[in-house]
């Protein structure tokens, strides 16, 4: 019997239409009427329990099918407790400027624009994770060890402290960090093939180990994406030159500056609303923490070290697990660690201190030069004997690549007015990125934190744009008559950065 003849005879028995019910032929030496009246009286005793019983297997298996497939297209959200596995990406995702970098949402997609053409792109990069600043990894090792001397009974969840041997080092990356910036070279590559198949980046980095080692392993990242294209120009003169620019009061440094005395006063005093919000969060968990580890008599300060612990433990790993340092606090407690953070970014490097901008109006001059063709005029923390250069300040190229850190690019970001819409941050209560129009330290300035200025040609027109992406979320540009896909037209986008053509406050830097 085919398929089909079955389908239709199984449909029939089912709705109880004999009429077309056919039955298999029986040998020819059977008594067929036996047989039938046997078979019949069969069917007419038990079809209820046959119906029942296939409407029960055909049941079974839509709502089989019906879990499996909501299981399959739905994402759990984090309840809130700590080792939920779906809370840990979000516990990962908000521990301020110590957080890796991730894809942020994004109200307008990151994509390139359909029938636009990227014609020139300019990343900065912060480094890739690290240990702790060597002032901090002191700090840390030395919690640890009045701990291990003063604890004696540790509460639960706490135990793993006792046998925990503090060994991070201090300022250069973590392997990692060497891997995310690796993958941040194979990324930007990918974005800008049509570009990067047929040229190469102009490269700068700040002179701090961490930063030049972040260049080359984004190299080692690009040139490894560039070998893999068969597309590609097969000239590749690996390694790629990279300008260094020494860091300190006696060079100018656009990308580290370190020239505005009052800049460094305002930074220090600004600090008290982070010390409000500190004041208002971190006592429960102070005292919680010295409840579980009774003779550390921990103070506030130490309490949020504690915490720093989590993050940086984590990059010590080389597949970022997350340290059992993390599983000591609530989901809701690291929403306000990131806030905490998020509030010294912004008042001590970005929109709250009112020098902030001025530290990154000299990039800012780079980078309308670049997009222009045009010198760079600036007065402020630019290099005039590195920008005067052909050589190594270059305005043909299609591409180019700065390495950073995160409090110099809190200042450009400033300077660029990225963040111009998120009002002052309050420290008596959280906002998060949402409110803040994307601002969180998290979002903004993570480790390997980047920022893409593309400039492109669009359907035709005679005039170039301009977007600007920050962690792959599209930053609705200011006054220069964005459109719905975040487009400025470069004429526009230029006149919009009249704060950095005017030098900032440069002035007050040595009133």
């Given at each position: 019997?085919?398929?089909?003849?079955?389908?239709?005879?199984?449909?029939?028995?089912?709705?109880?239409?004999?009429?077309?019910?056919?039955?298999?032929?029986?040998?020819?030496?059977?008594?067929?009427?036996?047989?039938?009246?046997?078979?019949?009286?069969?069917?007419?005793?038990?079809?209820?329990?046959?119906?029942?019983?296939?409407?029960?297997?055909?049941?079974?298996?839509?709502?089989?099918?019906?879990?499996?497939?909501?299981?399959?297209?739905?994402?759990?959200?984090?309840?809130?407790?700590?080792?939920?596995?779906?809370?840990?990406?979000?516990?990962?995702?908000?521990?301020?400027?110590?957080?890796?970098?991730?894809?942020?949402?994004?109200?307008?997609?990151?994509?390139?624009?359909?029938?636009?053409?990227?014609?020139?792109?300019?990343?900065?990069?912060?480094?890739?994770?690290?240990?702790?600043?060597?002032?901090?990894?002191?700090?840390?090792?030395?919690?640890?060890?009045?701990?291990?001397?003063?604890?004696?009974?540790?509460?639960?969840?706490?135990?793993?402290?006792?046998?925990?041997?503090?060994?991070?080092?201090?300022?250069?990356?973590?392997?990692?960090?060497?891997?995310?910036?690796?993958?941040?070279?194979?990324?930007?590559?990918?974005?800008?093939?049509?570009?990067?198949?047929?040229?190469?980046?102009?490269?700068?980095?700040?002179?701090?180990?961490?930063?030049?080692?972040?260049?080359?392993?984004?190299?080692?990242?690009?040139?490894?994406?560039?070998?893999?294209?068969?597309?590609?120009?097969?000239?590749?003169?690996?390694?790629?030159?990279?300008?260094?620019?020494?860091?300190?009061?006696?060079?100018?440094?656009?990308?580290?500056?370190?020239?505005?005395?009052?800049?460094?006063?305002?930074?220090?005093?600004?600090?008290?609303?982070?010390?409000?919000?500190?004041?208002?969060?971190?006592?429960?968990?102070?005292?919680?923490?010295?409840?579980?580890?009774?003779?550390?008599?921990?103070?506030?300060?130490?309490?949020?070290?504690?915490?720093?612990?989590?993050?940086?433990?984590?990059?010590?790993?080389?597949?970022?697990?997350?340290?059992?340092?993390?599983?000591?606090?609530?989901?809701?407690?690291?929403?306000?660690?990131?806030?905490?953070?998020?509030?010294?970014k912004w008042y001590g490097y970005g929109n709250g201190n009112p020098l902030g901008p001025t530290q990154g109006v000299g990039f800012v001059n780079e980078l309308?030069?670049?997009?222009?063709?045009?010198?760079?005029?600036?007065?402020?923390?630019?290099?005039?004997?590195?920008?005067?250069?052909?050589?190594?300040?270059?305005?043909?190229?299609?591409?180019?690549?700065?390495?950073?850190?995160?409090?110099?690019?809190?200042?450009?970001?400033?300077?660029?007015?990225?963040?111009?819409?998120?009002?002052?941050?309050?420290?008596?209560?959280?906002?998060?990125?949402?409110?803040?129009?994307?601002?969180?330290?998290?979002?903004?300035?993570?480790?390997?934190?980047?920022?893409?200025?593309?400039?492109?040609?669009?359907?035709?027109?005679?005039?170039?744009?301009?977007?600007?992406?920050?962690?792959?979320?599209?930053?609705?540009?200011?006054?220069?008559?964005?459109?719905?896909?975040?487009?400025?037209?470069?004429?526009?986008?230029?006149?919009?950065?009249?704060?950095?053509?005017?030098?900032?406050?440069?002035?007050?830097?040595?009133?």
């Amino acid at each position: 019997m085919d398929f089909s003849n079955l389908k239709r005879q199984l449909a029939a028995f089912v709705t109880g239409d004999r009429d077309r019910y056919q039955y298999t032929l029986v040998p020819r030496d059977a008594d067929r009427d036996k047989i039938q009246r046997r078979a019949t009286t069969w069917y007419d005793r038990n079809i209820s329990t046959v119906r029942l019983a296939l409407c029960l297997v055909l049941c079974a298996v839509l709502i089989s099918f019906s879990m499996s497939f909501m299981q399959s297209t739905s994402t759990p959200s984090c309840t809130g407790f700590t080792r939920d596995r779906h809370c840990r990406k979000e516990i990962a995702h908000s521990w301020g400027q110590y957080t890796s970098s991730f894809s942020v949402p994004s109200e307008i997609s990151p994509s390139v624009p359909e029938n636009c053409e990227v014609t020139f792109a300019q990343l900065l990069s912060r480094h890739g994770a690290r240990y702790p600043t060597a002032h901090k990894s002191l700090a840390y090792g030395a919690i640890v060890d009045r701990i291990h001397d003063n604890v004696k009974d540790y509460g639960n969840h706490f135990k793993f402290i006792k046998d925990y041997k503090y060994t991070l080092g201090a300022d250069q990356l973590t392997r990692y960090g060497e891997n995310q910036m690796i993958n941040a070279g194979l990324l930007f590559y990918e974005r800008y093939k049509q570009l990067a198949s047929s040229h190469l980046p102009f490269i700068r980095a700040s002179g701090q180990n961490r930063v030049v080692v972040s260049a080359k392993n984004w190299t080692q990242g690009f040139h490894t994406a560039r070998q893999a294209d068969i597309d590609a120009d097969p000239s590749d003169p690996y390694p790629y030159d990279i300008l260094v620019i020494p860091e300190g009061t006696n060079f100018n440094n656009s990308l580290s500056p370190d020239l505005c005395p009052a800049f460094e006063e305002e930074r220090y005093a600004v600090q008290d609303e982070q010390v409000t919000w500190r004041e208002k969060f971190v006592s429960p968990i102070a005292e919680r923490l010295n409840e579980n580890l009774p003779g550390a008599n921990l103070s506030d300060q130490e309490a949020i070290y504690m915490m720093d612990m989590c993050p940086f433990v984590t990059v010590t790993n080389d597949r970022g697990k997350l340290s059992e340092f993390c599983y000591l606090y609530t989901v809701e407690e690291w929403h306000n660690y990131n806030y905490y953070q998020s509030l010294g970014k912004w008042y001590g490097y970005g929109n709250g201190n009112p020098l902030g901008p001025t530290q990154g109006v000299g990039f800012v001059n780079e980078l309308l030069a670049r997009l222009t063709g045009e010198p760079v005029i600036d007065h402020t923390t630019t290099n005039s004997t590195l920008d005067g250069s052909k050589s190594t300040f270059p305005l043909n190229h299609h591409l180019y690549a700065d390495f950073s850190h995160d409090n110099d690019m809190m200042d450009i970001f400033a300077a660029l007015g990225l963040y111009n819409l998120t009002d002052p941050l309050p420290s008596g209560r959280r906002v998060g990125p949402h409110e803040t129009f994307g601002f969180s330290a998290s979002w903004v300035v993570p480790f390997a934190s980047r920022l893409y200025v593309e400039k492109m040609t669009c359907g035709g027109e005679e005039e170039e744009f301009v977007r600007i992406l920050v962690n792959d979320r599209v930053i609705p540009l200011q006054n220069c008559g964005a459109d719905e896909l975040g487009l400025c037209t470069l004429g526009r986008f230029v006149e919009s950065q009249s704060f950095a053509r005017n030098g900032g406050h440069w002035d007050m830097c040595f009133a």
